[in-house]
C-alpha cells in the first residue's frame, strides 16, 4: 500500500492553498462535480470510530454465537474468524484504494457508475446503489432488532430465568422494543454531526473496552473452564441438524464471523464530511476492519475459554431460553456467587455495544440515501435529499428508521421470514462491496486513476482475490442449513437475495433505464 500525492493530486494542494478552508477532500469533491452540503467537521478518528461501531464485535459475535456453537464450535469460531478477517482485510483494502480516488457519500454506487465506463455507468450505479442500500437498511433492522431479543433475555433472567418463573417477552413486546430502540437512534442522528461525531468516540472506546473487560473476566468469574486444547481442537459436529460433514458444517459455521465483518462501507458514506477525506476515509475502512479483526479474536478466545457443556448452552430450556452466550455470562457468576446479577451486568454493556452499532448504522444508511436521492435514484428524491439548519440530511434519517421498522414487521409473521430478510445484510452487502471492485480490475483496469492511497502493482490482484471471496461465500451461505429441508429448515437466503436481484433488474429494464444516467453533478446548480 502506498500514500503518495502524485500530479493528480497538485491541483487538489493548490486549490487548498488557495482557500484554507477547503481541504484535499473538499477539492476532489468539487472536482467531482459536486458542492459541500454537509458540514466537513470528522477527524480520521471519528470516520474509523463509525465504521468500527458499525462492525461491532460485541454485537456480531454475541448475536450469532450460537450459530459458531452449532457449526462446528470452537474450531469454527476460533479459525473461521481468521479465514474470514484476512479475506475481509482483502476487501477493504480494494475498497479503500476506490475510496482514496472518488471520496464522496454515494461510496460504493458513485464507484461502479465510474469505473464501469459511460456506456456501463448509469446500469452499474443502479444495481450497486440498490444493493448497498437494501443492505444497509438490514444491517439496521437486523442489529436492532437483536438489541431488542437480548433486552428480552436480559428480562427474563432479572425475574428469574426460564426455568424459575421469568418472564418471557412475547414477539409483541420485542417488536415495541425494536420500535422504540429505532426511535432513539432516529433522534439522535438528527442532531449536529459534531454531536454525533462525539458519541461515535464514545462508541468506540465502549467497544474496545468493552472486549477486553469481558474476554478477562469471564474467564477469571467462571469455576470451570475449558481446555486450551478443547478451545483450539474441539470440532463440534453434535449440531442435531442432520449434516455430518465436517467441511460442511465449518463452512456454514463461517457465517458468524463474516456476518460481523460488515458495514465498514460507513467511513466511504462519511468522506463528505470528513477532513481530507481522500486520505482518512481509507484509513477509516482499513484501521476499523484490522482492530475489529485483533479484538474480535480476542474476545472470541475469552468467551470460548468458558465454554463446557455446548449442548446445554444451545439447549432452549436454560436459564436463558437457549441464548448461549447470556448462559455463559449467568452460569459463570452464579456458580461463583450464587447469584448471576454479575452476569446480568455484562450482558448490559454488550447491549451498549449494540446500541452504538445500531445508531452509527442509522448514521450510514441515511448518508447513502441522501446521496443516491442527490442523484435521483430513489422515489421522491428531492425531499430525501434534504438537509436541515444543521447540514443533516434529516428526512433521510427517519426515512431509513422507518425501512428498518417495516422490515422487522416480517418477524411477526414468521422468524424464518425474518431471517431471509436481515440474509441481505450479508450476502446483498458483500455483493454490493464487490461490484465497483470488479469493474475496477476489468472495465477500469489500464484507466483507474488512483487518489493518495492506492495498493501500486497489487491492486488488481488483492481486487481479485476480493471478488472470488465474495463469489464463494455468496454460495456458501446459501447453501441449505439443516436437513430434511423443510419450510421452516429451508434456507431463504437466495430467495431474499434473488428477489431483490429481479426487482432491481426489472425496475431497470421496466423504468429506470429510461431517465437514470448515474450520479448527477451539482456543482453550478
Not at 475459554?305 to 452466550?325: H, M, Q, R, W
Request: contains cysteine; glycine residues 10%.
Amino acid at each position: 500500500m502506498v500514500y503518495e500525492r502524485g500530479e493528480n493530486n497538485q491541483s487538489r494542494v493548490q486549490e487548498r492553498g488557495r482557500d484554507s478552508a477547503t481541504d484535499s477532500g473538499h477539492a476532489r469533491l468539487n472536482e467531482l462535480g459536486y458542492k459541500q452540503e454537509l458540514k466537513r467537521d470528522l477527524s480520521v478518528l471519528s470516520n474509523f470510530a463509525f465504521s468500527f461501531s458499525i462492525i461491532s464485535v460485541l454485537t456480531g459475535v454475541t448475536t450469532l454465537y450460537n450459530t459458531g456453537l452449532t457449526y462446528g464450535g470452537p474450531v469454527s469460531l476460533v479459525y473461521g474468524w481468521l479465514i474470514a478477517g484476512f479475506f475481509t482485510m482483502s476487501v477493504g483494502f480494494s475498497m479503500a484504494e476506490i475510496c482514496s480516488s472518488y471520496p464522496t457519500s454515494g461510496g460504493l454506487y458513485y464507484w461502479s457508475a465510474k469505473l464501469a465506463g459511460p456506456s456501463w455507468a448509469p446500469f452499474a450505479s443502479w444495481m450497486t446503489g440498490w444493493f448497498n442500500i437494501v443492505g444497509q437498511w438490514a444491517v439496521t433492522t437486523s442489529v436492532d432488532f437483536s438489541l431488542a431479543q437480548l433486552i428480552s433475555v436480559i428480562i427474563l433472567l432479572s425475574t428469574g430465568g426460564k426455568n424459575g418463573g421469568g418472564y418471557e417477552a412475547s414477539k409483541y413486546v420485542v417488536i415495541a422494543f425494536h420500535a422504540g430502540i429505532l426511535l432513539l437512534h432516529a433522534t439522535i442522528n438528527s442532531l449536529p454531526i459534531s454531536w454525533l461525531s462525539f458519541i461515535g468516540q464514545l462508541a468506540a472506546a465502549w467497544n474496545i473496552l468493552g472486549v477486553f473487560v469481558l474476554m478477562i473476566l469471564i474467564p477469571l468469574v467462571a469455576t470451570e473452564r475449558a481446555s486450551a486444547e478443547f478451545v483450539f481442537t474441539h470440532f463440534n459436529t453434535d449440531n442435531e441438524v442432520g449434516i455430518g460433514s465436517s467441511l460442511y458444517i465449518f463452512v456454514l459455521g463461517l457465517l458468524m464471523s463474516q456476518y460481523t465483518l460488515t458495514g465498514y462501507d460507513a467511513s466511504a458514506h462519511m468522506t463528505e464530511e470528513t477532513k481530507d477525506a481522500d486520505i482518512n476515509g481509507p484509513k477509516g475502512i482499513i484501521s476499523s476492519i484490522g482492530i475489529s479483526v485483533i479484538v474480535g479474536w480476542g474476545y472470541i478466545l475469552g468467551i470460548t475459554f468458558a465454554v463446557t457443556d455446548i449442548p446445554k448452552l444451545l439447549s432452549p430450556e436454560n436459564d436463558a431460553g437457549g441464548y448461549a452466550i447470556a448462559e455463559i455470562f449467568y452460569q459463570a457468576f452464579k456458580s461463583r456467587y450464587g447469584s448471576g446479577v454479575g452476569g446480568i451486568v455484562c450482558l448490559g454493556i454488550i447491549a451498549v455495544a449494540i446500541f452504538f452499532c445500531g445508531m452509527s448504522s442509522i448514521t450510514s444508511n441515511s448518508r447513502m440515501a441522501y446521496a443516491f436521492s442527490r442523484d435521483g435514484a430513489m422515489p421522491f428524491s428531492a425531499f430525501w435529499h434534504k438537509v436541515n439548519k444543521y447540514e443533516v440530511p434529516i428526512n433521510a434519517v427517519w426515512l431509513s428508521a422507518f425501512i428498518a421498522f417495516c422490515m422487522a414487521l416480517t418477524s411477526l409473521g414468521s422468524l424464518v421470514a425474518f431471517q431471509a430478510m436481515v440474509s441481505i445484510a450479508t450476502i446483498g452487502l458483500y455483493i454490493a462491496y464487490a461490484l465497483p471492485i470488479f469493474f475496477r480490475v476489468t472495465l477500469a483496469r489500464k484507466s483507474f486513476s488512483p487518489g493518495p492511497f492506492n495498493l501500486g502493482k497489487y491492486g488488481v490482484l488483492i481486487g481479485w482475490i476480493s471478488v472470488l471471496w465474495v463469489a464463494t461465500i455468496s454460495i456458501l451461505f446459501s447453501l441449505p442449513v439443516a436437513y430434511p429441508i423443510t419450510d421452516q429448515t429451508l434456507n431463504y437466503t437466495p430467495v431474499a437475495v434473488g428477489g431483490l436481484l429481479i426487482l432491481t433488474v426489472s425496475s431497470w429494464f421496466l423504468s429506470a433505464r429510461h431517465w437514470f444516467r448515474g450520479p448527477i453533478t451539482n456543482i453550478n446548480s
